[in-house]
DNA sequence: TCAAAAGTGTTGCGGCTACACCCATGA
DNA sequence: TCATGGGTGTAGCCGCAACACTTTTGA
């Protein structure tokens, strides 16, 4: 058994707020890099598991309990020494889809925490080497929505397909026709699955209502669907 | 600075031989798991990276420089309490491919080294968690070939079209049409450049000379060369 | 009655599969 | 000259993008 090292686990947890893809970051309440913007994270302990870690952090860090509507897979390591001037870590980052969140709470070694439009992350001057990773972890998103059904994870349920395509939009950054993407929704047995039910009354702008739906059983789509060039 | 742990690099080393995919494995020679087959690898140094571990045991196992023409990339990493008897052992597991190779060197701590095929894995009957480590890491490679020019690191230059599909024939167990092959592969710019020759002659069962070419400057395939349903 | 948004229909383009066919080579 | 395999041509199928059009709703 050789040289030991620190183990932690951070999470590049995702939501889409105000039509656009956004990461929770929290500030750094503690050196090094004290005040400044960071993803959530943690050491993992000596006898938890990598995932368990990484879905207790985000319980701390948010009171999302991801196993109630949510989604946690693991990215990638970081471990080039150097990357954390306490000495040698190597990090495991994981990415998190949660639906609209409440607003978040403090974390007890954080002293703030909001969400970041993803567009506006290297206002953060993000600590560590974090800015690598949430971009590591933005990519990852974006490429899950073309052959996933995970973008059903950001919606609560019940939701429309033109809440669904607004997901798409947010999250890649385009906009969608609204007919083709119905199309391709609908014609993916197991994607969505309809409730019967029409939206209630209240869209700002008047428009015919649309039908509601729920998530299906499926999780892989054939066939994907794909970004535009 | 919570608990540490060992950390260890593990490789899921690739090549095609006798047309189809193998993996080389390893017979330990200490226990835990003594004389049964591993993955090649070994524990990270305090100063070193992740990358350079890999790279380093990937060396050391085979006398393969990963810088001559080969491919590493991280897979994942497996970190489950208990799935080393030693202790805590958090696994960053690496999936390299490289050309046709040198008969494998046994390393320093391993009793015997060889080459497995893929569809022979169940019989190696692997330590540890490393049948889980295979099975993912082939995976990888499998996905890899459909939207990256890596089946390119597999052949030795100059190379043949058909010698190209072969490749895609060994790692996907399917056999593909020559003709559609060749277009899909030429209509991709920078995948492989013509040197202009065509193969000595020397073909068993005779036939056309088929035309040589060398691994182009393109590393994503646009479109994707998509796996048989 | 008008604007906005959901949903349906339709058409044209491009890629892909399957297969026929021609060319080069060794036995 | 025959079998084998590389390479080219072509016709049909399928999916998708684009966009016109109908329907439903709020103002």
């Known amino acids: 058994m050789r040289a030991t090292m620190a183990v932690t686990v951070d999470g590049v947890l995702a939501t889409v707020r105000d039509g656009c893809l956004a990461l929770l970051l929290v500030r750094r309440g503690t050196e090094p890099f004290a005040g400044r913007w960071a993803l959530p994270g943690g050491f993992v302990g000596p006898g938890e598991d990598l995932d368990a ?119 890649w950054g385009v906009s969608l026709d609204p007919a083709n993407f119905a199309r391709k929704v609908l014609g993916t047995p197991g994607f969505v699955v309809p409730t019967g039910a029409r939206a209630p009354a209240g869209a700002p702008g008047g428009g015919r209502r649309p039908g509601l739906h729920r998530r299906g059983p499926a999780a892989a789509l054939h066939p994907p669907i794909l970004r535009p060039a």
Chains 1, 2 share one sequence.
Request: hydrophobic share 45%.
């Open 53 to 171: 870690a990484a879905a207790r952090e985000l319980a701390e860090e948010t009171g999302i309990d991801i196993a109630t509507g949510g989604h946690l897979e693991q990215l990638r390591t970081y471990g080039t020494p150097g990357r954390d001037p306490r000495g040698r870590v190597v990090s495991v980052a994981y990415v998190a889809l949660v639906p609209r969140l409440p607003a978040p709470v403090s974390g007890t070694d954080a002293a703030g925490a909001r969400f970041w439009p993803v567009d506006r992350l290297v206002e953060a001057r993000l600590a560590f080497d974090h800015a690598r990773i949430a971009a590591d972890g933005v990519e990852r998103i974006r490429a899950k929505l073309e052959y996933t059904t995970l973008a059903a994870t950001f919606v609560d349920e019940p939701f429309s397909i033109p809440d669904l395509r607004r997901v798409y939009e947010a999250v």
